[in-house]
């Protein structure tokens, strides 16, 4: 079983990340082959994320129809899960890339980035949703697709009254209000309530467990649903992998090689620590490439969604590093937080 | 279904690659830790193929006892089948790297290749082919995990009467007499017969087929089996993806970016030579990553073997360069034939 064949309701592809065959999306055709011709490129780059993989045709096409015959044009073939996850073999050897789908994690002229924003109407679930957020402060995040209804978002909480606690998060993090499925800096506000506005759970169940003194409330507009993020079955599920974990005597870390989702002074915490721990390096962290090493227990210091939301599909525990330092004892099990994600590259 | 968890018959983990876990193996310590004295290195990488990953964490423990404490020994994650499959991120960020279980495909001073020879005895297989072997001359190949055997091999022909015809292959091959899943240039020789010694069917198969007019004789010393190379199974697989991919309109061209394995011309000629063909980069082929691409057929100029051997396994016809040719009426259907790689990078 891959990383991609088979995964859990975290996943992003349940986020609504993906695009309707029919839905219109404007992609920035113009800026594009403008800056094709700025820089008289010959290759040109083009990224998507899963859920937007077979437009990629389409929208080479419609570059090629508009630039010099000798430019080709590259469809980056690598899976992709966000902006940590650029396709660096082709940005370094193409003249223009492009990357849909993702705000920039760090801005740099190498890369365009082509956001993909939602049609869908936010305010009839943010409309049920207040039903859930009683007295007259909230704390107001989305994610990057719902970003362009921000402030339409915030100006509506604040006719019914509400004072609307809102701030930017950390340098991996473009606007104001936006969370990653890795960070939720943004929350960090003086609410006790949080209202999130976006599609599927991936997002939210990361920022409960990360401001477990708050009440988040999940407006969902691609499901049409509010619910109130609840946080126990998660923690259920990443106690029994540290338990698990607790009579490993061989342990695996990873060292992701994905541009944005390398911590390396964790990994070498680790291995500083506890001699019998193995640093092993890979872009694509799935069940299949683990199952080749001998290890009792792996520690991943990548993308943090993998180990929490793909976690029971490897066939040994995978902890944050964190949940590392309970297994082995270092810290209490009462130390159990949310693994985030800070900074770029 | 990934290229990992299922696999055909030819597959690489059925040609003995691996490791019985009881077996000694000199993986040239001493030469390693030299290297890492020599040149002060503060970062290892180790590569191993699939079958052998399970003895890295030995073979970094061996290391880790006999350097400074300042080295920081890292074992590759990445899927690796071959020499043509170096792990170039891990490669460039190391001071000493080494590649286990394959012969150089190029020589460089940025790797180690430490072989793995087979220690199974091949001529009681050999005696059991000579009746398949009729008349006195004939040409022998081998692989690389057999090569420390192959003067011997050819010695004890000639004490049984055989004029032996052996060359060595193109530059991408480094022993006389050796091939690879993708190259049998070293069968290319003054014989109407070839003795193959070595397990699996996954070399001889290619090997038949590369060279139509020799009779192949597979003496396996692994699974213990003499046989004569049959093509008619595989003719017909290929035969039927290319008339499927016949009605294709779309097609995807795979551009590998493996270090081995990147063939940008052959990918460039059927760009150039149809509108609606489009370049898709990748380093691991394999079917979940294609299917996010909505392409009625594929030309794959990446590894031969995996268009052939795992071809079935993908959810449109998956092509060879050569079989895109005919399918698209440009050669003649008897022109097919198997897909060889040659040079290096």
């Not at 592809?13 to 219109?24: A, F, I, K, V, Y």
Request: hydrophobic share 35%; aromatic share 8%.
């Amino acid at each position: 079983m891959s990383q991609q064949s088979e995964f859990s309701e975290g996943d992003l592809r349940n986020t609504g990340m993906s695009l309707r065959h029919d839905r219109e999306w404007d992609y920035e055709l113009e800026r594009i082959v403008d800056e094709i011709g700025e820089k008289d490129a010959e290759k040109v780059g083009l990224q998507f994320p899963e859920g937007l993989k077979r437009r990629g045709p389409k929208v080479a096409d419609d570059i090629r129809e508009l630039v010099d015959d000798d430019v080709t044009v590259m469809l980056s073939g690598q899976p992709c899960y966000g902006a940590c996850d650029l396709d660096t073999y082709l940005m370094r050897r193409t003249d223009v890339f492009v990357h849909f789908g993702h705000s920039p994690m760090k801005d740099t002229d190498k890369v365009i980035y082509v956001p993909l924003f939602s049609n869908v109407d936010v305010f009839p679930i943010m409309e049920d949703a207040l039903e859930e957020l009683p007295g007259d402060e909230v704390g107001l995040v989305t994610t990057a697709q719902h970003m362009n209804q921000f402030e339409d978002m915030k100006a509506w909480l604040e006719e019914r009254g509400y004072e609307v606690h809102t701030r930017r998060g950390d340098d991996r993090l473009t606007h104001e209000g936006q969370v990653l499925g890795c960070n939720y800096a943004s929350a960090e506000v003086d609410a006790d309530q949080v209202l999130y506005v976006g599609g599927g759970k991936f997002h939210p169940l990361g920022l409960a467990m990360e401001h477990p003194d708050k009440k988040v409330v999940i407006g969902d507009p691609v499901n049409n649903v509010v619910t109130v993020a609840d946080t126990e079955k998660f923690l259920k599920q990443r106690y029994a992998s540290v338990h698990k974990a607790m009579d490993a005597e061989t342990w695996g870390v990873i060292f992701c090689t994905k541009i944005g989702q390398g911590r390396w002074e964790q990994a070498q915490e680790v291995l500083d620590d506890n001699d019998d721990a193995y640093l092993i390096t890979m872009d694509e962290v799935t069940p299949d490439r683990l199952r080749n090493f001998d290890m009792d227990a792996f520690v991943n210091t990548g993308c943090p969604r993998i180990t929490t939301d793909d976690g029971p599909q490897f066939h040994k525990p995978m902890l944050t590093p964190g949940e590392y330092e309970i297994a082995v004892g270092n810290e209490p099990l009462d130390e159990l937080s949310f693994d985030t994600f800070h900074g770029t590259w």
